[in-house]
Structure formats: structure tokens, C-alpha cells
């Protein structure tokens, strides 16, 4: 297989990487120069209440927490899943430094979690390219347990639009470290369950489709 063609992840695989990358994901994010704040801006685009509960797909150490916090309050709930013990070990020490007693994070693959309740929220965090190609078969499986009135969002990041020449180069870097592959188009599975609302910045290179469930 050559360096630019997709990897076909695997849930075992997908965790060992990202043990691998738990304490460099900070550093990782920095160069991919998101806009600042577009975590918070995205998140409202859920229009997440009070009292809300939210389900993290990808959590990792939970950068999330803290925009979904400010729309959920403490009477909210939040579970994060992510395939990686290292991250989700980060995480819940972010929270109990926090003291988010709210948030619950957990070791699991989210194609087979089967929660104990619904969501008004269920958010993708910058991991439905990472879970290519078992990303539809999630989407399909937790789409279930959004609460009528309640959202699905994928938020990721993509080659910009003058940039797309690049992607098989960028594939590589990829390759070896987030994992997943570029082409996919989360918002063609998404858009089989309702009409999509789509948000971007940054030349449309960073984005939020979310889907209401009526």
C-alpha cells in the first residue's frame, strides 16, 4: 500500500495510536491552527439548555467539556467515550482538577455502546474521520439515542477548498498520526436522518454539520 492511501482503521488499532499521541494531542492541534474559540461557536450551533445531557464521541482528554459546560450548566450531564485509556485517563484528571463532577468519561468503542439513556446532544469530536470507515455504522448506531428535539454534530477539519490538490500529501501526515481517511463526507450520512445546518471557518477547513431530530 502506498503512504498516501487511507488506512483502514480498526478499533484496536485506532486505540493504540492514540495512546500513543494522548500526551502530544495539544502540541498535534496547535499546528492544524484552528480558530480560536470555533470549539464554542461550533457547540452553540447545538443549541444545547440547561439541564441538557451530551454525549462526547471521540472525547479524548476533553477539550470539549468546558463550551458544553457553559450551555448545560451543572445540572447537565456529560458522557465521553474514546477508545483510548491514555486520553480518557488525562480526561478524568482534567475533570477532578475541575471538579466536573457532572462528566462521565469512559473506555469503550462507540459503535457498540449502548447508553442507559437519550441525549439532547450528541457530538463527534473531531473523530469522525478517525472512525472511517466504521463512521456510518456509529452515526446509524447513536443516532438512536438522540431525544426527539435533540442534535447529532460532526465537527472536524478539512483541507481547504484551494488546498484539495494537497490531499493525498496531507493523507501521509494523516496516515501517521490522527488516522482516517480525508475523503469521507460525514454530512452524506447525516443528511439521511434530517436536514443538515452546516457551520465553518477558516476557508470552510473547520466545520460543523449538525442534524435536529424532529
Not at 21 to 41: N, S, T, V
Not at 158 to 187: C, E, S
Not at 188 to 205: A, I, P, Q
Request: charged fraction near 25%; hydrophobic fraction near 40%; proline fraction near 5%.
Amino acid at each position: 500500500m502506498s503512504n498516501t492511501a487511507f488506512i483502514r482503521n480498526d478499533p484496536a488499532f485506532v486505540a493504540q495510536r492514540y495512546n500513543e499521541l494522548a500526551p502530544r494531542m495539544e502540541a498535534l492541534e496547535r499546528r492544524i491552527r484552528m480558530p480560536e474559540g470555533f470549539r464554542g461557536r461550533a457547540i452553540a450551533k447545538m443549541r444545547l439548555s440547561r439541564g441538557d445531557r451530551v454525549l462526547v464521541l471521540g472525547c479524548g482528554a476533553g477539550p470539549e467539556i468546558p463550551d458544553i459546560l457553559d450551555n448545560i450548566g451543572s445540572e447537565g450531564a456529560i458522557d465521553g467515550l474514546d477508545l483510548s485509556s491514555a486520553s480518557i485517563e488525562r480526561g478524568k484528571a482534567k475533570c477532578l482538577a475541575h471538579g466536573w463532577g457532572n462528566v462521565r468519561l469512559h473506555v469503550a468503542d462507540a459503535g457498540k455502546f449502548v447508553p442507559q439513556t437519550t441525549y439532547h446532544g450528541v457530538l463527534f469530536a473531531f473523530s469522525c474521520i478517525a472512525m472511517s470507515a466504521q463512521h456510518e455504522h456509529v452515526m446509524r448506531h447513536m443516532w438512536q439515542y438522540v431525544a426527539p428535539g435533540g442534535c447529532m454534530t460532526v465537527m472536524d477539519s478539512r483541507m481547504p477548498w484551494f488546498l484539495r490538490w494537497a490531499r493525498p500529501l496531507a493523507q501521509v501526515y494523516v496516515n501517521r498520526t490522527y488516522l482516517g481517511d480525508m475523503r469521507i463526507r460525514p454530512k452524506d450520512c447525516l443528511s439521511t436522518f434530517g436536514r443538515v445546518e452546516d457551520y465553518s471557518e477558516k476557508w470552510d477547513s473547520f466545520y460543523a454539520h449538525t442534524v435536529f431530530k424532529q
